[in-house]
């Protein structure tokens, strides 16, 4: 989608921090991170949202998390713990419309969150 920050990354027309890359997937440092690692996972193609997957997604899903947890493993976070969320519509603080999910941890994490 060409006024989609997440896809301009993926496109390379916005710089980003890329901690990993396959042909489906992207993942990258958030630009204002909440803890020690704070990584986005993201599919390569658009989807806006949660809300907007289908069936056909499923893989792709399975790939985001998969990607979550062995980047959590390569940074040493695994043992100790970290948190994979995927915000979704305007209650949830969603400010990218570019399906993403968040993988944050090296510190203590709260709960429940704000
Ligand atoms: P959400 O609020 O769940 O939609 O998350 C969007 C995330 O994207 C926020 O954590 C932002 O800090 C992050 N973000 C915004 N712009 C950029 C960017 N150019 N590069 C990396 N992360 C970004
Ligand atoms: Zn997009």
Redesign the pocket.
Known sequence: MSDC??CK?IARE????IVYEDERVLA???????APT?V?IVPKRHVASLSDLTEDDDEMVGELVRRAAVIAGDRGIAAGGYRT???TNRD??????HI?L?LIGGRRLQWPPG
């Open positions: 920050l997440f990354i916005v710089p980003g921090s990258f440092n958030d630009i204002n991170p909440q704070h986005l969320v995927f915000n949830a603080g969603q400010t990218v419309f993403h968040h």
